[in-house]
């Protein structure tokens, strides 16, 4: 049975808070996903990971909550802030187009910012 778009969304950003990488690209993400960022384009699982390092390169040891998370039937939509030693973003949002219990689409906006 294919899990709903909900389903998907909340298991990525549960995989997301503790860091479960690997597992969230092989339960939650297409093979030839695309992300659209604010600092590029990444494509398929390769680009996720890519993704993730660059996250995690602008906020080294951050902390990410969750303050918004929206459904409409395969649009899921977040806004997150993070704050890291000496930086921080305020205005994190991701847009995921999930079908058939993938993600297939991903934007990516954040702005980091000395705290």
């Known amino acids: 049975m294919v899990r709903s778009a909900v389903e ?67 649009v899921a939509f977040l806004e997150w802030t993070a704050e890291a030693p000496g930086v921080c973003v305020r205005d994190g949002t991701h847009t995921l187009v999930i079908r058939d219990g993938r993600i297939e689409v991903v934007t990516v906006h954040y702005t980091v910012t000395p705290r």
């Open 8 to 74: 998907v969304f909340e298991d990525h950003l549960a995989r997301a808070l503790i860091g479960d990488l690997e597992g969230d690209i092989a339960a939650n993400f297409a093979p030839d996903c695309v992300l659209l960022t604010t600092y590029g384009r990444h494509d398929g699982h390769d680009g996720v990971r890519a993704a993730a390092a660059m996250l995690a390169r602008h906020l080294p040891g951050g902390r990410i909550r969750y303050t918004n998370r929206l459904v409409h039937d395969d």
